[in-house]
């Protein structure tokens, strides 16, 4: 079993992920409308974000928004952040402007850090 540090200094062990996991959002108007056929807005910013990444888990978008946790999200690409190069890529994907990322490391309550 694999032990990893804990925030307090100390510690535990238990099975992890091997790459740091973080948060991607996704906001875009219409993102959630017909989000399960196959060549949605939905699905082209999935493939996006796959593209920079390694998805473990989409939530079901709703009121414009898609959630994604992912694993090995660089913080940018050839010096590009990574909010900007996801952005550009998705709005050329989806074939429009208003593709709006955010990148969190983590949760505080019930809140992304």
Request: aromatic share 8%; with cysteine; charged share 15%.
């Amino acid at each position: 079993m694999a032990v990893f540090e804990r925030t307090n200094g100390g510690a535990q062990p238990g099975e992890f992920f091997g790459r740091e996991l973080k948060f991607v959002q996704c906001t875009k108007t219409g993102i959630h409308t017909n989000h399960a056929n196959v060549d949605s807005v939905f699905e082209k910013v999935t493939r996006v974000v796959a593209n920079y990444s390694t998805i473990s888990l989409i939530g079901t978008p709703a009121s414009n928004v898609a959630m994604f946790v992912v694993e090995g999200l660089p913080s940018d690409v050839s010096g590009t952040a990574i909010v900007s190069e996801l952005q550009t890529a998705a709005n050329v994907a989806t074939g429009g402007a208003g593709c709006v990322f955010a990148v969190f490391e983590g949760i505080s309550g019930n809140t992304f850090v």
